[in-house]
């Protein structure tokens, strides 16, 4: 907030079949390595609910946008 960024990430995600993160690669930058750092790093810690095939839960890929926007007060 201090230094007034604002932006969104997108993130490549696989979601392993436990439901956990797997690799998390930079999709598309907020053009600020402080943001796109930020959303890795949160994105890591976060539990997905898995695709399923046939009833089974499954690795897959996801696009995940992370949007940091100043409100105003």
């Known amino acids: 907030m201090r230094q007034n960024i604002q932006g969104v990430v997108t993130l490549r995600v696989e979601v392993l079949p436990d439901g956990t993160g797997g690799q998390v690669l930079l999709h598309e930058s907020s053009g600020s390595e402080l943001l796109d750092d930020a959303a890795i790093t949160t ?28 409100s105003t007060r």
Do not use: C, D, S, Y
């Open 43 to 70: 994105v890591r810690t976060w539990r997905f609910q898995p695709a399923t095939e046939n009833g089974k839960p499954v690795r897959q890929w996801v696009n995940v946008p992370i949007t940091f926007r100043l």
